[in-house]
């Protein structure tokens, strides 16, 4: 290539280059010319050995945060955190709160997994009205369907925003229900009540819908909150059902790809003080490789110990090591359960020792047996 050097067989290897060398590449203190390729600098490598994934905290840190934090501490403990969202977004709420750290005390309507929702939502607290692409309802207690209607006037919850000293936001789906005569996309599934069948179209939403809907919800908060970081993240948890013609398993796949695709479209683009929280690839990516269960006994929600690991890094990532402190001490003060789950691996490696040590000893008692008779 113009203007490259062309290394001499005396250039040497730094380690970080070794570890993406092929296993039949020479791994002396010297490499070849066919060696000292551009695609071999400065990579990043999946985390091979198994003995990385015993230390989650340190694998969380070291092999999936990189490229995703932000350069310094971003809060204080007055900061309020708005959430919104599923999964990680209400958990870091619930830890926030926990540890009497301020975090968004408005009421939210619940289970907005969905961009639509999420978008209709901001756009109402921001501009006074939804998208014309939403449909919201809400269940009463007694089980009555009715359009939602917000508990608090519009103003509150746009003082809220303003205000706000960062923003969690949560994505969970991409298949949506739609009102093909309006458009709308409902923010949960559709009632029983109300469904038609033949207005009432189950579809997966594309990228480019999830993307569009993602940037618009970043425009309108920094339209009335230029400072606050915004932070986007992918819910680990599965469907739980889908009405398309496969398997639910191989439909999540596809929903959380559409979803994950779009959060990087989203974030190539480089939005000011927005960053992406890699909670889902520490659930899905490396949980198949811990040696204990990621996820509790309904196969679907994160083990709590993980989902401590993720808040706790997130604390320390944005609040700072002192104030991390601080949340794990209140945390412990309030029961909060942060034990590292038994590691399978290590159980077994022991009970093969012993195992092995029994088998040694039942060789070595026959012939003590001839010693002892021997001397009788």
């Given at each position: 290539?113009?203007?490259?050097?062309?290394?001499?067989?005396?250039?040497?290897?730094?380690?970080?280059?070794?570890?993406?060398?092929?296993?039949?590449?020479?791994?002396?203190?010297?490499?070849?010319?066919?060696?000292?390729?551009?695609?071999?600098?400065?990579?990043?490598?999946f985390?091979?050995?198994?003995s990385?994934?015993?230390?989650?905290?340190?694998l969380?840190?070291?092999?999936?945060?990189?490229?995703?934090?932000?350069?310094?501490?971003?809060?204080?403990?007055?900061?309020?955190?708005?959430?919104?969202?599923?999964?990680?977004?209400?958990?870091?709420?619930?830890?926030?709160?926990?540890?009497?750290?301020?975090?968004?005390?408005?009421?939210?309507?619940?289970?907005?997994?969905?961009?639509?929702a999420?978008?209709?939502f901001?756009?109402?607290?921001?501009a006074?009205?939804?998208?014309?692409?939403?449909?919201?309802y809400?269940r009463?207690?007694?089980?009555?369907?009715?359009?939602?209607?917000?508990?608090?006037?519009?103003?509150?919850?746009?003082?809220?925003?303003?205000?706000?000293?960062?923003?969690?936001?949560?994505?969970?789906?991409?298949?949506?229900w739609?009102?093909?005569?309006?458009?709308?996309?409902?923010?949960?599934?559709?009632?029983?009540?109300?469904?038609?069948e033949?207005?009432?179209?189950?579809?997966?939403?594309?990228?480019?819908?999830?993307?569009?809907?993602?940037?618009?919800?970043?425009?309108?908060?920094?339209?009335?909150?230029?400072?606050?970081?915004?932070?986007?993240?992918?819910?680990?948890?599965?469907?739980?059902?889908?009405?398309?013609?496969?398997?639910?398993?191989?439909?999540?796949?596809?929903?959380?790809?559409?979803?994950?695709?779009?959060?990087?479209?989203?974030?190539?683009d480089?939005?000011?003080?927005?960053?992406?929280?890699?909670?889902?690839?520490?659930?899905?990516?490396?949980?198949s490789?811990?040696?204990?269960?990621?996820?509790?006994?309904?196969?679907?929600?994160?083990?709590?110990?993980?989902?401590?690991?993720?808040?706790?890094?997130?604390?320390?990532?944005?609040?700072?090591?002192?104030?991390?402190?601080?949340?794990?001490?209140?945390?412990?003060?309030?029961?909060?359960?942060?034990?590292?789950p038994?590691?399978?691996?290590?159980?077994?490696?022991?009970?093969?020792?012993?195992?092995?040590?029994?088998?040694?000893?039942?060789?070595?008692?026959?012939?003590?047996?001839?010693?002892?008779?021997?001397?009788?």
């Open positions: 290539m113009l203007g490259m050097r062309r290394p001499s067989a005396t250039d040497s290897v730094d380690r970080g280059q070794l570890g993406a060398l092929s296993p039949h590449e020479p791994t002396s203190g010297h490499r070849s010319w066919a060696m000292h390729r551009w695609h071999k600098e400065k990579v990043q490598l985390p091979k050995p198994f990385l994934y015993d230390d989650v905290p340190r969380f840190r070291d092999h999936i945060l990189p490229g995703h934090l932000p350069p310094r501490p971003l809060l204080t403990e007055r900061d309020t955190v708005v959430t919104l969202g599923s999964c990680f977004a209400l958990e870091l709420r619930q830890v926030l709160e926990l540890a009497r750290f301020a975090s968004g005390s408005f009421w939210i309507p619940s289970g907005l997994n969905n961009s639509f999420i978008l209709d901001v756009s109402w607290c921001i006074g009205e939804g998208t014309s692409g939403a449909y919201r809400e009463s207690s007694d089980g009555e369907i009715k359009e939602w209607l917000p508990e608090e006037e519009r103003q509150r919850y746009l003082a809220h925003i303003v205000e706000a000293g960062a923003f969690v936001f949560t994505l969970g789906l991409a298949e949506v739609t009102d093909s005569e309006t458009g709308g996309v409902f923010w949960r599934g559709v009632p029983e009540d109300i469904f038609e033949g207005r009432h179209v189950f579809r997966l939403s594309s990228v480019e819908e999830n993307e569009r809907n993602i940037v618009e919800t970043i425009r309108l908060i920094r339209s009335v909150n230029r400072d606050a970081p915004i932070v986007l993240t992918l819910s680990p948890v599965p469907l739980e059902a889908t009405f398309r013609d496969i398997s639910c398993m191989t439909a999540d796949c596809v929903s959380k790809s559409v979803l994950r695709v779009a959060l990087d479209r989203v974030m190539s480089g939005p000011e003080n927005t960053y992406y929280w890699p909670s889902f690839e520490l659930v899905k990516w490396a949980g490789a811990f040696d204990w269960r990621a996820w509790e006994g309904d196969a679907r929600h994160a083990r709590r110990y993980l989902v401590y690991c993720i808040v706790d890094a997130f604390v320390e990532a944005f609040y700072g090591p002192k104030l991390a402190a601080t949340v794990r001490e209140r945390l412990r003060d309030s029961g909060w359960s942060t034990s590292e038994h590691r399978l691996r290590r159980g077994l490696t022991e009970s093969r020792r012993y195992s092995l040590a029994l088998a040694a000893r039942a060789q070595r008692a026959p012939a003590r047996m001839r010693r002892l008779a021997s001397r009788g």
